[in-house]
């Protein structure tokens, strides 16, 4: 029987006969649209519309444009019109068959050649920009225990004073006296740099380190002082008068700050208007859950700015937030709510048969985690404690009766915590910075280095770069003290809201605080990038500017 025509139409062919159809095809209209003087782009864009299935054929593979096989491609290479379909590189086969006035009109066109033309149009305006440095210092409040400072050229100070230059450096330290006090003192870089090394300290025992504090260190044939019931009782009366000075000054405004150093935390107390706090404030770093529940149980309110918020916070959140008197009924109304909870949890797992040594272990396994979540952000930046107003002078007294801060073994055993301040208080001892002055290399390069050791005040920095001749460049490193570090990262959230006006009241009213005019501009500021941890500043003298790390 024969054959429909409706098979044969049907009939399977094989690809590559199917392919050799299309390209027919394709050179049949190309051809066509030449004669009737179409372009072949429009003719493109409408048989991509009414066939798209010969298109994706047509693009199967990639074909190398520059190859001749024969003498139809070299026409099509040659001429102008050539098929872009047939290579998959369009643009920049276009780019070697248009001039300059087409390659102006098709500028939406994505190329190199219309990246690097806009490049040349805007090379006035493409520059590298370089990173310029600040005109004002940074403030750190962490304390340092040494600093070098690092020129190309000799520094206009040494280590080596004369008579009048050392007079006169602890007489203006001791007086307050700035750059710009008319006096008859002397005024050479040396004595300026011997005045700015200065500071105030109590206890001051010279055959014991006391700063840094640390307990961990022995010190060989020490005298030890807690077995002297005499001595140690008249270095704590001491310590108490000294203390007590300190706060009045820091209460009067005529002390901008001072740290008590003890051997496991460190307690920083800042007059009000420094750093933008109104009130009298007191930041305690680092601290652990045994000392936040000694304040807890004094009513000293206190808060942890630092402290990253979690849910697991909410078993325990009263010991590590603020504590309040009227929040104290509700306090014991809900430990009493908790308790009938418990007895209603035991009642519960009786009656599922779970036996009382079971119910107690359960009880002492969630007691453990509890505690191990309160004790995750001991000795770490997360415990800075924060004191405000009135619980600062809670917190004075606290500190007057805590027996803790005094080591009762090792080195320091019977010493009391170590005070620093910038001005005088009494009892206080007036101590210098050890100064090692020395020549290094560094890549061939010869640079003077000053080496300061002791206890740096964050006045202290901004002294040195006061005097400094504007003229010199210089570096400055510095080693901190670990546990200090947290003082420099909290924020006032109430430092937006001030005026300017109320910034100069301020001003007004620290003007007898021992700094002079230009330092305590810095310490009064408001704006919180002022205040941040440095390791390293450097000064240009090119652009009278001050970078840092």
Not at 5 to 14: E, G, I, R
Not at 138 to 147: G, Q, R
Not at 275 to 301: M, Q
Request: with cysteine; proline share 5%; hydrophobic share 35%.
């Amino acid at each position: 029987m024969p054959e429909s025509p409706l098979k044969d139409t049907l009939k399977w062919q094989h690809p590559a006969e199917v392919l050799k159809l299309q390209k027919l095809r394709l050179k049949k209209r190309n051809l066509q649209s030449r004669i009737k003087g179409i372009s072949h782009t429009s003719e493109c864009e409408t048989s991509s519309k009414t066939n798209s299935f010969e298109n994706v054929l047509s693009k199967q593979k990639r074909k190398n444009p520059f190859s001749i096989e024969d003498n139809n491609k070299r026409k099509k290479f040659n001429s102008p019109s050539c098929n872009l379909e047939e290579s998959g590189d369009q643009t920049l086969f276009k780019l070697l068959h248009t001039d300059v006035s087409v390659k102006n009109v098709q500028s939406n066109i994505t190329s190199f050649d219309n990246i690097l033309s806009k490049l040349d149009n805007n090379s006035d305006v493409v520059e590298v920009v370089k990173a310029l440095g600040e005109h004002w210092l940074p403030i750190d409040w962490a304390l340092k225990t040494k600093i070098r400072l690092l020129s190309l050229k000799p520094f206009p100070w040494n280590q080596k004073l004369k008579l009048s230059e050392e007079a006169s450096g602890v007489t203006g330290f001791a007086r307050c006296l700035g750059s710009s006090s008319v006096t008859y003192l002397d005024a050479s870089p040396n004595a300026k740099f011997h005045q700015c090394c200065l500071y105030w300290q109590q206890p001051s025992l010279p055959w014991v380190k006391l700063f840094p504090r640390s307990t961990s260190k022995s010190v060989g044939n020490s005298v030890s002082i807690a077995n002297n019931p005499q001595i140690r009782d008249s270095l704590q009366k001491a310590w108490f008068d000294s203390l007590r000075s300190l706060f009045q000054l820091i209460r009067t405004k005529q002390c901008p700050y001072f740290y008590v150093c003890a051997n496991n935390f460190t307690v920083l107390f800042r007059a009000a208007g420094i750093s933008g706090y109104s009130e009298v404030h007191a930041l305690v770093s680092p601290t652990t859950r045994g000392f936040r529940k000694l304040l807890k149980s004094e009513d000293i309110e206190f808060q942890m700015p630092l402290k990253k918020k979690r849910m697991s916070d909410q078993g325990y959140d009263t010991m590590d937030t603020t504590y309040s008197e009227s929040t104290q009924d509700m306090t014991e109304q809900q430990n009493l709510d908790d308790e009938d909870d418990e007895d209603n949890d035991d009642l519960w797992l009786k009656s599922m048969g779970i036996n009382q040594d079971d119910i107690k272990q359960i009880k002492y396994t969630q007691q453990k985690i509890v505690h191990k979540a309160e004790c995750e952000v001991d000795n770490s930046e997360q415990s800075l404690v924060l004191i405000e107003g009135t619980e600062v002078h809670s917190f004075y007294n606290f500190l007057l009766n805590c027996k803790s801060i005094v080591a009762l073994t090792g080195p320091l055993a019977g010493i009391p915590p170590t005070l620093l301040a910038p001005v005088a208080f009494n009892g206080a001892t007036l101590n210098g910075l050890k100064v090692r002055e020395n020549k290094v290399k560094v890549d061939d390069v010869d640079y003077f280095t000053l080496e300061l050791l002791g206890p740096i005040l964050p006045t202290t920095i901004h002294s040195l770069f006061s005097i400094h001749p504007p003229e010199y460049s210089l570096t400055a490193t510095f080693q901190n003290l670990t546990s200090t570090i947290p003082f420099s990262k909290t924020h006032n959230p109430e430092e937006e809201n001030r005026t300017k006006g109320e910034i100069i009241f301020v001003k007004e009213n620290l003007s007898d605080c021992g700094l002079n005019e230009k330092v305590l501009e810095y310490f009064c500021t408001v704006d919180s990038k002022c205040i941040v941890n440095v390791e390293c500043i450097k000064y240009d003298s090119d652009n009278k500017t001050f970078t840092w790390t």
